[in-house]
């Protein structure tokens, strides 16, 4: 089983969603790969517990109204298998499919950064939480602390609330400083000025982090440093989260030069491999406006209409001004590399602890040595922290991406040998 | 309404939930025990950490990407 596409575009968020929208006039025969059940990313996460927004909603009715657009859900990536060829699994089967063109809109994922007690059933990340509410978990009168950095956390917590959640606490890493510089920029970008408003939380606290989760079976509680002082809160959930890092694994296995964590790309959305095309997040944190943005970008510029996509570049320049701001106001402050003990955990795939780690020279090293990373995530939480804590480079991700069956591997039988 | 078997316990939920969801609406939410023993749930909620692995109708699939059908059996201590 194999299929084709002139444009194939991973991940249905917003980029990929206005990727598809943009493309889909040229009569490219499109097809769109997305892990989760219904299209949207995480913004626009759908769910018996969620309320997805009309602009959304219209989008992805538009995009699956479209003849040349095939959506696949639940569908991952496995291995790069030749040349433009790629290797996908959904819940039922596994087959390669070619492609001409490819867009990346892989999003971001939280920054989880390990700190005694996180792996305690109850702890999850911010957004985590959010989008384990959104698909139907029950928080109906629990207490709720939010931990973290960024907007996100209010995001969470609104969330949280409107589920019937006793949100007790919301704690931003952030300087009040560098929050209330933040705010008062809001006015250029009027719309998420109105955002923040409707998600203004009367526990929220700068200055603030989590220093440990307290329990022994499940999460009892929550101590928090707040402006010096440390506070204990009773809780039955902590979610907390630093920030979004870029999905950048699969660009890299593909040979995408980085800028920073992110995919670099130029003013056509274009990565440094000929035909590979990225936009949203996995190019660099900014926001949802932003992603559908670079995704309209993104699929002109996929079907070679250069003229089209240079029209949206003011528009982009707009909304890359807000990521610039949003991304100096949340920078993570140094003491947060100080939160695990020796015995804390940083790899929760295979149990490794911050001891057999600190020391070592390198992410290769330390995963030579202690099996950090090697786990069913493939470092995608603890190579991340790994970075943050030590400074270490990842790796380039090898095959397969995510845990596949072997039934999927055995696709690669019908290429002919190299 | 599906209504779907987790651990061996029947669960009907409303349309649309994911399993990471009915697992903490028929008990405690755990997905899975660690290397070490550890009882674990959901932590990123978006098929990233694969602390949801759990056995679908036989097939390890990530609870919190995957929706409850009708006659599941849901097992997290496979």
């Known amino acids: 089983m194999s299929a084709h596409a002139d444009v194939l575009i991973i991940g249905a968020g917003p980029a990929g969603l206005n990727a598809a929208l943009a493309a889909a006039p040229s009569g490219a025969r499109i097809v769109l790969l997305d892990d989760n059940p219904w299209p949207g990313g995480q913004i626009w996460r759908a769910g018996p517990q969620a309320s997805v927004p009309a602009q959304a909603q219209r989008l992805r009715e538009h995009v699956g109204a479209l003849n040349n657009v095939q959506h696949h859900p639940q569908t991952r990536v496995i291995a790069a298998t030749g040349p433009r060829q790629l290797l996908v699994e959904d819940a039922e089967r596994g087959w390669l499919i070619d492609y001409d063109t490819l867009i990346l809109c892989t999003g971001a994922r939280e920054l989880l950064l390990p700190f005694p007690g996180w792996t305690l059933p109850g702890v999850t990340g911010a957004g985590g939480l959010q989008a384990l509410v959104k698909g139907g978990l029950p928080v109906r009168d629990q207490r709720v602390v939010i931990a973290g950095s960024g907007p996100l956390l209010l995001a969470s917590a609104a969330t949280a609330r409107h589920n019937g959640a006793q949100v007790v606490g919301v704690a931003e890493q952030a300087t009040r400083g560098a929050v209330a510089g933040f705010a008062a920029q809001l006015p250029r970008w009027p719309n998420k000025l109105l955002q923040a408003f409707g998600l203004f939380d009367r526990h929220y606290r700068t200055d603030s982090h989590v220093v440990e989760a307290l329990g022994t079976e499940r999460l009892e509680g929550v101590r928090l440093r707040q402006h010096g002082k440390l506070v204990e809160l009773a809780c039955e959930r902590l979610a907390c989260g630093f920030g979004l890092i870029p999905n950048s694994q699969l660009g890299q296995a593909l040979g995408c030069t980085l800028h920073g964590q992110a995919l670099a790309v130029d003013a056509w959305q274009a990565t440094s491999e000929p035909g590979l095309f990225a936009a949203g997040e996995c190019t660099g944190f900014g926001g949802s406006e932003l992603a559908l943005v670079e995704g309209t970008i993104a699929g002109l510029a996929a079907v070679g209409d250069r003229q089209g996509a240079a029209r949206h570049w003011p528009q982009r320049a707009r909304w890359q001004g807000f990521a610039k701001a949003l991304n100096h106001a949340f920078a993570l402050a140094p003491q947060l590399k100080q939160l695990a003990r020796p015995d804390t955990l940083v790899c929760r795939c295979e149990d490794v602890p911050y001891s057999k780690l600190a020391g070592q020279r390198d992410w290769r090293e330390a995963k030579l040595s202690s099996r950090c990373g090697m786990g069913a995530c493939q470092g995608r939480v603890c190579g991340a922290a790994a970075q943050h804590l030590f400074g270490w480079q990842p790796s380039a991700p090898r095959p397969p991406f995510s845990p596949a069956r072997i039934e999927t591997l055995l696709c690669l039988d019908d290429t002919p040998p190299a | ?78």
């Open chain 2, 1 to 78: 309404m599906p209504e779907l078997t987790l651990d061996g316990r029947a669960l009907r939920v409303a349309e649309g939930t994911s399993v990471a969801a009915a697992l903490a609406l028929a008990g405690d939410g755990c997905t899975r025990t660690s290397v070490s023993g550890q009882r674990r749930a959901p932590l990123c909620g978006m098929g990233i950490c694969q602390e949801c692995r759990v056995s679908i109708d036989g097939r390890r699939r990530l609870a919190c990407q995957t929706l409850c059908r009708d006659g599941m059996q849901v097992e997290t201590r496979a």
